[in-house]
């Protein structure tokens, strides 16, 4: 019986030098391929492996090392193309959590990172299968294979012994393994996109002489942006389109091509890839629309594009997407539908729409704010918006991120990146509500205002629209950030003015005394009180509206020297101009007052984000050994003992014993001490109003209140200890949400914060910085800091049980839901007076989490 392997240890993957390759379990059907593979090795190579020279496989070594059962025999194949380029295996030996792991990479694939990589893999597939340690002799010439196991970060140790190195490695994740994955996948996804935004040669598949059609669209662009290297139509029928040369088929091109725009309809797309695989193609961009878009058939399509293209080296931008653009001069590339690009800049720009794109680009261009490369995805059937964050964050022509988001692929590989990007570039998204069809991304579990704040945590810049967006952009692409959110308003309208310190006003900035000038200011008056106001603020905006045209040219001369001797930023309404007026400079120019003010607010909120520490996960003692226990017990569910699974993370629940008479009610309170409450047993019965009777500290006055409630309620009602007053009633909730993973929501307990739905949200797990900031980002958090005639509450324990809650549910994804209603918070500490969890098999793989894969 032919054994079976698990469906995820497939995986394309992508190589350090860019380059892509699919692995997967060996089969039986691989003996010739592996005949074929082992035929082009070199003697060095064989003799590394197998210590000695071996020319050839024999038949029964084929099928030894073809024939595995997936347990304690795995070996993984990587292939390109139809080839076979590496293969690595472990067989279990004794003790049974070991086992003997070898790899074997081809000579001309070697130096690709393609080991580590397939490492990952095997590592992980090892410990589905209850191994912890991997054992390895390597001959002690064999650098490669001894540095890549050094340096993949875990814990390794090495003997020599009789003429071989005996390496042992434990397989247990590390810091500094997770480090070294993160650098690996971050180089390798970088440089998958620079080869795809600097091509050498580009081919247009497609492109005829009917005007207007898209191929040819593409091919005038490419011209007409003065492309620095040759350019190769393609078209089966035509000799020649817009004077070039046109070729049959990609592989009648003399020369070699780097990248192939596809502009031929959708039936015709796998053909071309296959074409594109024998000529060696590096990357593709898909114009072509009828795949995910249209339905299921197309989605379909859509599929077997990306893994045909994968599988043979190549990553995808599409389909059904404009194009791609870099402004380098040394590159001139527009890839794209879109005729007007906008001239160099340090804008990296990002979007999803096809449809939108060339509106995009044109606004952009209107504003005269440059870029330094353009994607548009379309159906982002295979590279995203992460893969490009990966390229900008080190990409020096970028200074600025850009995204237009109409769905989240892998929401937590994106706000992983986004926390470590933007403490160096700024990220700027519009991400709208709703996924369109055939994007390949699920609809986000959480509300819309949930997605703002973990954003906000992630210290992306989240916009409304695309005008805010552009707004936004120009400002961080030409000034400086601001120290602080104090700002200056400098005009010569007194109501504009106004108009733009209320503007502060709400946006939480703190503005001065407006200095109006009056309407006939030129640029002395100008000059003067700028340089008076810029020493005191961070940021000023300058109102320059005549009413009839006047010496702007030396106003704006003035704005700049200023702006240029003090670094500090300066934004501008000036005669109502958009954008980057060449007068101004650097200084970018607003229609209205408000959006200038809108704009800095913004970019202010982001400089303070830069600001605070980015914080580290504090430890905690937790016996998370323990906690595996409790919920492995209760699986498949619902709900194991919220008491004993908190306790594992040094969370105390205060007990809450059941009743059915009040002779119960008082025996229970000798036994918990006086005084208590008697309440609703059910916990979300406990949350309505009138279902709790506290301060209860004698038996007449337990029964009293027993009797009332069991009136209401029926008689099996609760007993609990008083939690020590005063006290403010807070909830603490975690889920697992299929995009984002663990998320944590803070919110207070009152009735009136419930019904508003007045909560904050973080990923899990929390930083000490991070949990602080959740406790402070709901409206109502005022009444723990002692307002509203509140006393000063222990926010810092709550702060500790919010680090302790996100710890939990980060280490344990089967928890499906965990709440803690009510968090009593008292004036010495805070008591749990109710815990629920709910626990489910892990429902689908952790998207950013195992080995790296597309």
């Known amino acids: 019986m032919e054994a079976h392997y698990p469906a995820h240890w ?26 074929a593979f082992y035929a082009r090795l070199s003697p060095e190579t064989i003799y590394f492996r197998f210590f000695g020279p071996r020319p050839r496989l024999s038949d029964k070594e084929v099928a030894w090392f ?30 049974e959590d070991h086992a003997e792991v070898a790899f074997l990479i081809e000579d001309a694939h070697q130096g690709r990172g393609l080991a580590s990589v397939m490492m990952e893999h095997l590592r992980a597939a090892a410990r589905e299968r209850g191994i ?21 970060g875990y814990t390794a140790q090495s003997q020599f012994e009789d003429g071989v190195v005996r390496m042992t490695l434990d397989l247990a994740s590390t810091e500094t393994s997770r480090e070294v994955t993160a650098a690996r996948e971050h180089r390798a996804e970088a440089r998958s996109i620079q080869r795809l935004l600097t091509p050498t040669s580009v081919a247009v598949v497609g492109a005829n002489r009917e005007p207007g059609g898209i191929g040819q669209t593409v091919l005038r662009n490419l011209l007409g942006a003065d492309f620095t290297g040759p350019v190769y139509p393609v078209h089966r029928e035509v000799r020649a389109v817009a004077g070039v040369r046109a070729y049959k088929s990609v592989s009648a091109i003399d020369g070699d091509v780097d990248l192939a725009v596809v502009a031929v309809p959708a039936e015709g797309v796998l053909g071309v890839v296959e074409e594109c695989a024998r000529k060696g193609v590096r990357g593709l961009v898909v114009v072509s629309s009828g795949f995910g878009e249209t339905g299921p058939e197309g989605r379909a399509r859509q ?21 791609i653009a870099n402004t380098d001069p040394a590159i ?9 690009l906008p001239g160099r800049g340090t804008v990296g720009f990002f979007s999803q729409s096809g449809a939108l794109g060339t509106a995009l680009l044109q606004r952009v261009a209107q504003r005269r704010m440059g870029i330094s490369t353009f994607v548009s995805a379309g159906n982002r059937a295979d590279v995203s918006g992460n893969d490009l964050l990966q390229y900008w964050e080190e990409d020096p022509a970028t200074k600025v991120v850009l995204l237009y988001l109409e769905s989240l692929g892998n929401p937590r590989k994106f706000t992983r990146l986004a926390r470590r990007i933007s403490r160096k570039k700024p990220i700027v998204a519009v991400k709208s509500q709703g996924v369109p069809t055939g994007h390949a991304a699920p609809v986000l579990g959480l509300p819309d205002t949930a997605i703002s704040a973990l954003f906000a945590q992630a210290g992306v810049i989240r916009v409304a629209d695309l005008t805010q967006l552009f707004d936004v952009a120009q400002l961080l692409a030409y000034q400086p950030l601001p120290e602080g959110p104090r700002v200056g308003v400098v005009g010569n309208s007194d109501a504009l003015a106004l108009l733009a310190v209320d ?6 900035l703190d503005p001065a005394e407006p200095v109006n000038l009056g309407a006939r200011a030129g640029a002395a008056e100008f000059g003067k009180a ?7 603020v961070d940021a000023a905006v300058v109102i320059y509206m005549p009413p009839v045209p006047g010496p702007s040219g030396e106003v704006a001369a003035e704005l700049v020297r200023l702006q240029a001797e003090t670094g500090k930023p300066v934004l501008a309404t000036f005669e109502g101009k958009l954008g980057m007026p060449p007068e101004l400079a650097s200084i970018p120019s607003y229609p209205a007052p408000e959006e200038a003010v809108r704009a800095l607010a913004h970019v202010v909120r982001h400089a303070q984000w830069r600001g605070r520490p980015a914080g580290t996960v504090p430890a905690v003692e937790a016996d998370v050994a323990a906690a595996r226990e409790i919920v492995a017990a209760a699986l498949p569910g619902p709900e194991p003992d919220a008491t004993r699974l908190l306790a594992c993370y040094g969370i105390e629940v205060w007990p809450s014993v059941p009743v059915s008479s009040a002779d119960e009610a008082v025996e229970a309170a000798e036994r918990l001490g006086w005084p208590v409450v008697v309440k609703a047993a059910d916990m979300d019965a406990s949350r309505r109003a009138g279902t709790v009777r506290l301060g209860l500290a004698e038996p007449h006055a337990l029964r009293q209140a027993y009797e009332d409630l069991a009136a209401r309620l029926g008689p099996e009602l609760a007993v609990q200890r008083m939690a020590p007053q005063p006290s403010v009633p807070t909830v603490v909730t975690a889920v697992q949400d299929r995009d984002f993973g663990a998320v944590v929501t803070f919110g207070l307990g009152e009735v009136a914060a419930r019904l508003l739905g007045d909560q904050a949200y973080r990923l899990a797990p929390l930083t000490s910085e991070g949990a602080a900031d959740l406790v402070r980002s709901v409206r109502s958090a005022p009444l723990l800091f002692g307002e509203y005639g509140y006393p000063p509450v222990a926010v810092g324990a709550l702060e500790d049980l919010l680090v302790r809650v996100g710890l939990l549910v980060d280490a344990l994804p089967e928890v499906a839901r965990l709440e803690l209603d009510p968090v009593l918070v008292g004036e010495a500490g805070i008591v749990v007076a109710g815990a629920r969890a709910v626990v489910r098999e892990a429902a689908w793989p952790r998207p950013d989490g195992g080995p790296r894969r597309l």
């Open 332 to 340: 001139r590339l527009n890839a794209t539908l879109a005729a007007t």
């Open 530 to 536: 700028l340089a008076d106001v810029l020493p005191t």
């Open 66 to 95: 073809t024939q595995v059962d997936y347990n304690d025999r795995v070996a993984l194949i990587a292939t390109i193309g139809q080839e076979m380029v590496g293969v690595v295996r472990y067989d279990r030996v004794k003790p």
């Open 303 to 323: 599929d077997d594009l990306v893994r045909l293209a994968n599988a043979n080296g190549m990553r995808v931008v599409g389909p059904n997407c404009l194009g």
């Open 10 to 35: 497939e995986a394309d993957v992508v190589l350090s030098d860019g380059g892509t390759a699919h692995l997967r379990p060996i089969r039986p059907g691989d003996a010739d391929l592996l005949r």
């Open 503 to 508: 503007a502060c006003v709400d946006a939480g």
């Open 132 to 152: 912890r340690t991997f054992v390895a002799d390597v001959l002690p010439a064999n650098h490669r294979m001894s540095g890549m196991f050094r340096q993949a």
